[in-house]
């Protein structure tokens, strides 16, 4: 339903965008930071699992952000870079 779209991704590394569409915004015109945070955490999710063993799963067991700006329009843009397993 974000409508997440993988632009490049490989072994180790991912990139996806969501358009930014205003059911996605809030009353005051701005993203809600859920949809930020569901990107996030989806493409640092994803990104491991073409260098897991097969049937192995990866989970978020912390994560933070820090909201700097509002954003209201274009598109989210997000990479994951896997530095070390573990």
């Known amino acids: 339903w974000l409508g997440i779209r993988p632009v490049d991704f490989g072994p180790g590394t991912m990139k996806a965008t ?36 097969r049937g192995a799963w990866a989970a978020t067991t912390e994560v933070k952000l820090n909201y700097i700006a509002p954003v209201q329009a274009g598109d989210l843009e997000a990479t994951a870079t896997i530095i070390a397993k573990g």
Not at 25 to 33: C, K, Q, R
Not at 36 to 52: E, F
């Open 18 to 53: 969501v358009p930014i569409r205003p059911e996605l915004l809030t009353p005051f015109g701005n993203l809600h930071g859920g949809v930020l945070a569901a990107l996030c955490d989806h493409v640092l999710g994803t990104v491991c699992y073409p260098v897991i063993p």
